[in-house]
Nanobody, 127 residues
């Protein structure tokens, strides 16, 4: 069982920045493709994904050019750097991990591809 814990959320003004972290309780972190999702008033939506090695990344159109996903396999940690934040980025942000064995390197977009989820961290962007 892998536990994921997000941190770094908070309240920021529009145009500001935040960096989210996701710490994984596994020494096999490089066996997982990772992703960020967010839950606003409606459905949970995909934000960004990264392959097990970090060589491949993918972003939702709504965050492309503003958010950057990265990982440090030596620290078992994934990051989401969020710049130029907008009020519509307000949501609970979740990190998720997907075992890659037999499934390709990732990143994966669909939430059903992910096996483990964190508890979420609130990001609020004021106008």
């Amino acid at each position: 069982q892998v536990q994921l814990e997000e941190s770094g959320g908070g309240l920021v003004q529009a145009g500001g920045s935040l960096r989210l972290s996701c710490a994984a309780s596994t020494q096999s972190f490089s066996s997982y493709a990772m992703g960020w999702f967010r839950q606003g008033p409606e459905k949970r939506e995909y934000v960004a994904g990264i392959s097990w090695s970090g060589d491949a990344t993918n972003y939702a159109d709504s965050v492309k050019g503003r958010f950057t996903i990265a990982r440090d396999n030596a620290k078992n940690t994934m990051y989401l750097q969020m710049n130029s934040l907008k009020p519509e980025d307000t949501a609970v942000y979740y990190c998720a991990g997907a075992r890659i064995h037999g499934r390709g390197m990732g990143p994966f977009v669909a939430p059903q591809e992910y096996d483990y989820w964190g508890q979420g961290t609130q990001v609020t962007v004021s106008s």
